[in-house]
T-cell receptor, first 115, second 115 residues
Framework: AQKVTQAQTEISVVEKEDVTLDCVYE???????LFWYKQPPSGELVFLIR??????QNEISGRYSWNFQKSTSSFNFTITASQVVDSAVYFC????????????FGKGTRLSVIA | KAGVTQTPRYLIKTRGQQVTLSCSPI?????VSWYQQTPGQGLQFLFE???????NKGNFPGRFSGRQFSNSRSEMNVSTLELGDSALYLC??????????????FGPGTRLTVL
């Protein structure tokens, strides 16, 4: 069955620190997709990244980077030089092409960046 | 291109009433999914519609229903409201040309409070 675990419930960092949000997933499929979404206080889920199971290359987008490791079933997200605007709840999610659910979400990690 | 829109943004109802929420997807997107977000249960999948047909359904009671129109707009209805239905209801749209492989883009949500 699909499952996504975000063990960190809340993280608090001081501005300009680097922070890594952990995501561990479970799936029986060989083809699957992993996502990260950001949910600011306004409530809307903002799409950050989509990665398919055959592409293990790490990705960097500005201050954001993602480390995908199939060997450990992890898809971790790092924010470099964090800013107050990064404060939000971050969700990791999994989808399987053959699944009955478009997306299965982790419980989310609440990140607070303090000025 | 305009994003996913949801109306209304806020709603207050009393137990036993029914409610209808509306979602307009991104232009060209044919799939609309609905999720319920609560502090205790997190993000849970309600149902997905594609070309006016329900494609997938989550584990929710029959009081929760939905439909999709020919222009891809979708509505969800909750009858006989209970206190536990208080939640943020999020709608997401995707191209969904190949099942659960496309990125879902979310609207701002409708916050429902049941008194």
């Amino acid at each position: 069955a699909q499952k996504v675990t975000q063990a960190q419930t809340e993280i608090s960092v001081v501005e300009k620190e680097d922070v890594t949000l952990d995501c561990v997933y479970e799936t029986r499929d060989t083809t699957y997709y992993l996502f990260w979404y950001k949910q600011p206080p306004s409530g809307e889920l903002v799409f950050l990244i989509r990665r398919n199971s055959f592409d293990e290359q790490n990705e960097i987008s500005g201050r954001y980077s993602w480390n995908f490791q199939k060997s450990t079933s992890s898809f971790n997200f790092t924010i470099t030089a964090s800013q107050v605007v990064d404060s939000a709840v971050y969700f990791c999610a999994l989808s399987e092409p053959s699944g009955n659910t478009p997306l299965v979400f982790g419980k989310g990690t609440r990140l607070s960046v303090i000025a | 291109k305009a994003g996913v829109t949801q109306t209304p943004r806020y709603l207050i109802k009393t137990r036993g009433q029914q409610v209808t929420l509306s979602c307009s997807p991104i232009s060209g997107h044919r799939s609309v999914s609905w999720y319920q977000q609560t502090p205790g249960q997190g993000l849970q999948f309600l149902f997905e519609y594609f070309s006016e047909t329900q494609r997938n359904k989550g584990n929710f009671p029959g009081r929760f229903s939905g439909r999709q129109f020919s222009n891809s707009r979708s509505e969800m209805n909750v009858s006989t409201l209970e206190l536990g239905d208080s939640a943020l209801y999020l709608c997401a749209s995707s191209l969904a040309l190949t099942g659960n492989t496309d990125t879902q883009y979310f609207g701002p949500g409708t916050r429902l409070t049941v008194l």
